[in-house]
Nanobody, 123 residues
Framework: VQLQASGGGLVQAGGSLRLSCAAS????????IAWFRQAPGEEREFVAA??????NTYYTDSLKGRFTISRDNAKVYLQMSSLKPEDTAVYYC???????????????????WGQGTLVTVSS
């Protein structure tokens, strides 16, 4: 499956953005999908995930309340609000068909990755 992340851009602090992740060749409903982000010089970190088949959602605690992950049959979305300069990063979507709950937040647990979309939050 090929993933395409989009929706990044430049936004002022306090603003909002919605990222989208589309999967080609497969419907997203059968895959667990996650968002990770990587700031310059930092390791890639977990942001949020929606796990198939039950569609339970998972978040990094520090982002809960500002970021919301959702999905429809075609795409997975990351709604980001009250953005802060420290949210600046490349955001990646990732997918796996056989994800287990204990590895939802683990980078290496996902087989498929999109190319990333850059989010820049200005102060």
């Amino acid at each position: 499956v090929q993933l395409q992340a989009s929706g990044g851009g430049l936004v002022q602090a306090g603003g909002s953005l919605r990222l989208s992740c589309a999967a080609s060749g497969r419907t997203v409903s059968s895959y667990s999908i996650a968002w990770f982000r990587q700031a310059p010089g930092e390791e890639r970190e977990f942001v949020a995930a929606v796990k198939a088949p039950g569609l339970n959602t998972y978040y990094t605690d520090s982002l809960k309340g500002r970021f919301t992950i959702s999905r429809d049959n075609a795409k997975v979305y990351l709604q980001m609000s009250s953005l802060k300069p420290e949210d600046t990063a490349v955001y990646y979507c990732a997918a796996d068909r056989n994800l287990i709950t204990s590895t939802v937040r683990v980078v290496g647990a996902y087989k498929y990755w999109g190319q990333g979309t850059l989010v820049t939050v200005s102060s």
